[in-house]
């Protein structure tokens, strides 16, 4: 059963660091695009982060570049997302996604296997 589990959320102040991990079974990420979802409160989920396998694409939005690392785990099944100098705009529920497709590239990929969001609160 093809399942993803995040955690590694909590509450953290500004300028602090936190290392999500999302651990997947049911599926090899070694081949498929990965990602990280980000959902503030009252928003919608905007993707952050995405690695692929196939052609070894990176992306960052604007709002974590320099910030946020993406990673994936060596033969541990497992994502990882590091965040460091956190601001009250990264509060929210965090999401990992994976899609298993041969294609490049994964900004535009349909991510389709999702994990149940760890929730990061940056605060005074």
């Known amino acids: 059963q093809l399942q993803l589990v995040e955690s590694g959320g909590g509450s953290v102040q500004p300028g602090g660091s936190l290392s999500l991990s999302c651990a997947a079974s049911g599926l090899d990420l070694d081949y498929s695009a990965i990602a990280w979802f980000h959902r503030a409160p009252g928003k919608g989920r905007d993707g952050i982060a995405c690695?692929?396998?196939?052609?070894?694409?990176?992306y960052y939005s604007e709002s974590v570049k320099g910030r946020f690392t993406i990673s994936r785990g060596v033969a541990n099944n497992t994502m990882y997302l590091q965040m460091r100098n956190l601001t009250p705009e990264d509060t929210g529920v965090y999401y990992c996604a994976v899609y298993r497709g041969h294609e490049p590239g994964c900004v535009m990929a349909p991510y389709t296997s999702w994990g149940r969001g760890t929730q990061v609160t940056v605060s005074t």
């Open positions: 690695h692929s396998s196939i052609d070894g694409t990176i």
